[in-house]
């Protein structure tokens, strides 16, 4: 029996992935979530962002078998606080798609999901392309809970055409790595 008014973010995504395993559909959790989840939850989410490449009918059909309510885009329970969202594919960040994802196993099941250097880089797009300097400060929070590869990150940064913008975060990086020291 779930209890939906105290599930975490975490085993929600875990629930919600196997149950649409167990109907043949693939979700990858992406979003403000896998920053809640890689930040050990410096961050906290207040929805589920997925991207499936199924039909929504499908995907409505089991989340309303578990007690979740279609509005609009979104799907929420009545006793849980979490919402939860399909976005359109293709998994992407900026220009880049992205095709290699992280498997994590929670107690409701496991989670395919953004890796931690494609949660950076989404969080970084948010800021080089519309300077949501929230954006940075979640960037950093990952990377201090994370072991990211950097260099993949600034690959990506300047094939994005924001050199610039990253050498300012890996600034604030390295300010914010001294402070937690």
Not at 1 to 19: C, F, Q, R, V, Y
Not at 48 to 77: A, M, N, Q, W
Request: charged letters at 35%; aromatic letters at 10%; a positive charge.
């Amino acid at each position: 029996m779930t209890n939906w008014k105290k599930i975490s973010l975490e085993d929600l995504a875990g629930l919600i992935s196997d149950e649409l395993k167990k109907s043949g559909i693939e979700a990858i959790l992406v979003g403000g979530a896998c920053v809640t989840i890689y930040s050990s939850n410096r961050y906290q989410s207040h929805d589920l962002d997925f991207v499936s490449y199924e039909d929504l009918r499908k995907i409505k059909k089991v989340l309303t078998e578990i007690g979740f309510k279609e509005s609009g885009k979104s799907f929420y329970h009545d006793h849980c606080k979490w919402i939860v969202e399909f976005v359109a594919p293709p998994v992407a960040v900026g220009k880049e798609i992205i095709s290699k994802f992280k498997t994590m196993k929670v107690p409701t099941g496991s989670i395919k999901m953004i890796r931690a250097e494609d949660s950076v880089k989404d969080r970084l797009a948010s800021y080089f392309y519309w300077n949501d300097r929230q954006g940075v400060e979640q960037a950093i929070d990952i990377c201090l809970e994370c072991k990211i590869d950097i260099k993949e990150v600034k690959k990506w940064a300047q094939n994005e055409g924001f050199k610039d913008k990253f050498e300012k975060f890996v600034e604030k990086l390295k300010k914010a790595t001294k402070h937690t020291d």
